[in-house]
């Protein structure tokens, strides 16, 4: 069984910066892509950031290219998103995710996901 556990969000202003984690257990982190989500209130979930599991392939959303860092420490089973430039519509629950084979931006390909964390930019 795998568990993701989210931690890093809170309320922040308008231009600021959050850094989520993703704690990981088990002992195949390293081998599958993980992916970041949110889901606004009254929003269908979206994509946010992927990561393969060697990390030599990442995918953001066009939203958030530049602003939004995914990185992993694998020795750590921890996934991380670096937030920047932070904005009133970036506030949502956000999700980590294992994906269940090749990286992609589709929620339908992650067979494991965080409780999710909220994360509140106020303006």
């Known amino acids: 069984q795998v568990e993701l556990v989210e931690s890093g969000g809170g309320l922040v202003q308008a231009g600021g910066s959050l850094r989520l984690s993703c704690a990981a257990s088990g002992r195949t982190f390293s081998s599958y892509a993980m992916g970041w989500f949110r889901q606004a209130p009254g929003k269908e979930r979206e994509f946010v950031a992927a990561?393969?599991?060697?990390?030599?392939?990442?995918y953001y959303a066009d939203s958030e290219k530049g602003r939004f860092t995914i990185s992993r420490h694998n020795a750590k089973n921890t996934v991380y998103l670096q937030m920047n430039s932070l904005k009133p519509d970036d506030t949502a629950v956000y999700y980590c995710a294992r994906a269940n084979g090749i990286l992609t931006r589709e929620a339908g390909g992650y067979d494991y996901w965080g409780q999710g964390i909220q994360v509140t930019v106020s303006s």
């Open positions: 990561k393969s599991w060697s990390g030599g392939r990442i």
